[in-house]
Nanobody, 112 residues
Framework: EVQLVESGGGLVQPGGSLRLSCAASGFTASISAMRWARQAPGKGLEWVAFIASGDGSTSYADSVKGRFTISRDNAKNTLYLQMNDLKPEDTAVYYC?????RGRGTQVTVSS
């Protein structure tokens, strides 16, 4: 059974940083394509970052490019999202996804 558990969210001031984690089980994250997505209040789910299976190449939504970095720790079967220079518009619940599965999410609030 695929399980994804996100953590690391919180309240941060504009310009601050957070690192989100996603502990995966039931599959091997190191060889799987995975994504981070987010949902802001009153809005739909937005794809944020992608890491490919195999070579682990990455891609990002334009809104976060240059500020967010997706990575994984193969030994821990864990996906990460390093978020720098956070902006109020980054406020959302963040989810990691694998195929059609996603976790319960972790809340990120950017506010002064």
């Amino acid at each position: 059974e695929v399980q994804l558990v996100e953590s690391g969210g919180g309240l941060v001031q504009p310009g601050g940083s957070l690192r989100l984690s996603c502990a995966a089980s039931g599959f091997t994250a190191s060889i799987s394509a995975m994504r981070w997505a987010r949902q802001a209040p009153g809005k739909g789910l937005e794809w944020v970052a992608f890491i490919a299976s195999g070579d682990g190449s990455t891609s990002y939504a334009d809104s976060v490019k240059g500020r967010f970095t997706i990575s994984r720790d193969n030994a821990k079967n864990t996906l990460y999202l390093q978020m720098n220079d956070l902006k109020p518009e980054d406020t959302a619940v963040y989810y990691c996804t694998y195929r059609n599965s996603r976790g319960r999410g972790t809340q990120v609030t950017v506010s002064s």
